[in-house]
């Protein structure tokens, strides 16, 4: 892979969202066939066509996928294969059967053939990943595949041996090997981690966001919380103590839960550490889970200072929220200078309502990668579509790869910014080396 990706100089177009490929695209121009050879114009339109479809793969490979036979449909109109059997096509061939002046032939669009010469390359799993919209460039996509953040019909891509032979599948975990190439079959459903996909697709961080994370960590990891969880420990070995050293009763003892969500996490976390100290026949694994929430209480204590944070229920926030604005629908009997409430109707409520829905499907935290609340990422529009061949569900990130893409009357199914000149050139580059 070329170290200069997007330049200004030499427009070269990519596929990816960023900003300079987008000012590539809107100054690209068709190459000038004047005072060159055909060898000349062939070179130039295999140059440019490849810098986009498949840029990731090496030229000797993508030799070997080329295939010289092109994808395409004819759409028939049924009504008229239910009033004709197809003799008709035969009538007057040689008599001079012509048109009646009044009926209008239907002219018959083109199919652009020449637009499906990098078919091959939509197959591939990375191509795949990024026209579902799920990484910002084909590039991204081939390191979510790379670092294991995708599936394949549930499962890690490995390399292709091992996914035609039964002994390697039997032994995958000895011969695993994610795939970026892997080809996809009509059917194949393939899955994005969605905290790679949020980060792909979102917004960046700026400058105060970047330091509110920042922030975090040093909190997260300042020897207060040490000392913090040392005075949990001592909290809970009296704890212990004073229950050994307690009379056993016969009737158990109700314990009293907190009003407030925090303190209830915080008991939650000492008697988990209780149990940790105490109980030294648990298995491995009791301890392995123990100790996971313990991690997950810390992380929920340090990110939550309000009751609200805490609290799941929407009507319990909506309660809490009113009580603390001193909000009310009903109107004051004796209202005094000193106590002055809003009227607070049912469509404030409802906005109220909607607003704590957002920010609880799509909260602030600084902890993320990328910035909160989750916002489209700029410039992302222009390149938001998906091709007929995909069926994505972005709420779940994934897609189905339904069919391999073909060529119809006027459409081409495969993505390209250059026109049909451009790709027969590069094919006819390609058709003398085969």
Not at 43 to 66: I, P
Request: aromatic residues 8%; proline residues 7%.
């Amino acid at each position: 892979m070329r170290k200069r990706f997007l330049g200004l100089k030499k427009v070269k177009i990519r596929q990816s969202w960023s900003k300079y490929n987008l000012y590539n695209l809107s100054r690209t121009e068709t190459p000038r066939v004047q005072e060159r050879t055909y060898f000349q114009q062939k070179w130039t339109a295999k140059s440019l066509t490849r810098a986009y479809h498949g840029e990731t793969v090496r030229e000797k490979h993508w030799q070997r996928m080329f295939r010289a036979t092109l994808r395409s449909v004819i759409p028939m109109d049924h009504q008229y294969l239910a009033r004709h059997d197809g003799s008709e096509q035969a009538m007057g061939r040689g008599s001079g059967l012509d048109v009646h002046p009044n009926q209008k032939q239907r002219p018959f669009p083109k199919i652009p053939y020449m637009s499906m010469v990098y078919a091959p390359v939509e197959r591939r799993l990375d191509t795949a990943v990024f026209r579902a919209l799920f990484a910002s460039s084909t590039r991204q996509a081939r390191q979510f595949v790379v670092h294991g953040y995708v599936k394949v019909n549930g499962k890690k891509v490995s390399s292709i041996e091992a996914l035609r032979s039964m002994y390697f599948r039997l032994s995958s975990f000895a011969f695993q090997m994610v795939y970026p190439g892997y080809q996809l079959n009509p059917g194949d459903m393939f899955q994005v981690e969605p905290e790679r996909v949020l980060f792909a697709t979102g917004a960046p961080k700026d400058k105060k966001e970047r330091r509110a994370g920042r922030k975090m960590k040093q909190k997260a990891t300042s020897p207060e919380d040490e000392d913090a969880d040392e005075d949990a420990d001592e909290d809970a070995d009296e704890v212990t103590e004073a229950a050994a050293d307690a009379p056993e009763s016969s009737e158990p003892q109700s314990v009293p839960t907190p009003d407030d969500p925090k303190e209830e996490l915080t008991t939650l976390l000492a008697r988990a550490k209780t149990m940790l100290a105490t109980k030294t026949d648990l298995p491995a694994k009791r301890k392995q889970d123990l100790r996971a929430f313990q991690r997950t209480l810390k992380r929920t204590l340090s990110r939550s200072t309000t009751k609200t944070i805490l609290t799941d229920s929407l009507d319990a926030q909506l309660l809490e929220l009113t009580s603390r604005l001193n909000l009310s629908s009903e109107p004051l009997s004796s209202p005094s200078e000193d106590d002055v409430r809003p009227k607070f109707s049912a469509a404030d409520r409802r906005l109220l309502e909607s607003a704590l829905a957002e920010a609880r499907e799509n909260p602030i935290d600084p902890s993320k990668p990328y910035a909160t609340p989750w916002r489209p990422r700029p410039y992302m529009s222009a390149f938001a579509f998906i091709p007929r061949y995909l069926e994505v569900h972005h709420k779940i990130c994934s897609a189905v790869y339904l069919r391999h893409p073909v060529a119809r009357p006027g459409l081409g199914e495969v993505p390209t910014p250059y026109g049909i000149e451009v790709n027969g050139l590069a094919f006819n580059w390609y058709l003398r080396r085969r």
